[in-house]
């Protein structure tokens, strides 16, 4: 985790025995500044609106919040329900797939059921393991909305809430979805609510205090977020010198690895053949490459197998 830690340690909170077990077994030993300073409010059942960016370690703290609730009344529920008792929303399938991740790590000795909806592939895989029966469900609004609809689940026994990055719902057009899902929960002071955000813009903000239970404003700031060891440039180059000097800056960094952000998908197969064809081997990623293959070439990015990656 790249976030600076600080000296709260884990076992000082008061989690529950096999939150803690998963911790130790993952190594996570001191909190990160948004661990540190949401935790204690959410394991208190405050609900939390967080200002903090990816690499924060946000998802371990709402993670850790959302199993704290789920295994402390868990004693007092009833039989186990199929229904979902959580619910944590993210902006894009990548998010979702890490959050998944995380969770798997932190539950090694809880147990909960973790079921994944997202767009994409495995349609009927993933209707099926909601259908089996899920405690936390974790998924992109599309597809959710799409089970919901079609009464794979119901939202009656959700106990905790997550919407994580808000400002990219917003972005992305996903808001009203969104907003459907939070309408349709249990009353806000009948559940842990948390919303994340690199941002707590107006509407962001608006959105919180309208849906959870009179929010405590946890943020990180954004310097204390963004490492020392970046350094940023800006140039303005005219559209016909953008690629001659994305040429020219590439022979004289010679980076090691590198990521070429582009806004459309024909401008990022433009600039792959122009790096291809001066001899930079890259890879492509852009909203139509199947998932599948997304993965992979993200894992062979990440592995050093090609030194470019260019994406929208």
């Avoid at 000795?109 to 997202?118: D, M, P, S, Y």
């Avoid at 890259?282 to 470019?308: I, M, N, T």
């Amino acid at each position: 985790m790249s976030a600076h830690l600080t000296d709260t340690a884990f076992s000082s909170l008061p989690l529950h025995p096999l939150l803690q077990k998963g911790l130790q077994q993952a190594g996570f030993e001191f909190c990160t500044p948004i661990q540190a300073q949401s935790l204690p409010l959410l394991l208190a059942n405050h609900d939390v609106a967080g200002q903090a960016q990816t690499g924060t370690g946000k998802t371990i703290a709402f993670l850790l919040a959302t199993f704290q609730r789920l295994l402390t009344n868990q004693d007092a529920q009833k039989p186990a329900s199929k229904q979902p008792r959580a619910l944590i929303l993210a902006p894009t399938r990548e998010l979702a797939i890490q959050i998944v991740k995380d969770a798997e790590l932190l539950n090694s000795h809880a147990g909960l059921r973790i079921v994944i909806a997202h767009g994409g592939k495995d349609y009927q895989r993933q209707r099926d393991a909601i259908d089996d029966g899920c405690d936390v469900l974790i998924g992109t609004p599309g597809r959710l909305l799409d089970f919901h609809k079609q009464r794979v689940f119901n939202l009656n026994n959700i106990e905790a809430v997550v919407l994580d990055e808000a400002d990219r719902m917003f972005d992305l057009g996903f808001i009203k979805d969104v907003r459907f899902f939070l309408r349709r929960l249990p009353s806000p002071e009948k559940r842990l609510g948390m919303l994340f955000s690199a941002t707590l813009s107006y509407k962001v903000t608006e959105l919180a205090y309208e849906h959870m239970n009179n929010p405590e404003k946890v943020q990180i700031e954004p310097e204390k977020m963004m490492g020392d060891r970046i350094e940023e440039w800006v140039y303005y180059p005219s559209n016909e010198e953008k690629i001659p000097l994305l040429l020219a800056l590439i022979k004289r960094i010679q980076p090691i690895r590198s990521i070429v952000f582009v806004n459309t998908k024909q401008v990022a197969e433009r600039v792959w053949g122009f790096l291809e064809g001066n001899g930079y081997k890259a890879a492509l990623l852009s909203g139509d490459v199947p998932q599948k293959k997304r993965e992979s070439l993200l894992k062979h990015f990440q592995d050093g197998e090609f030194p470019y990656l260019v994406a929208t």
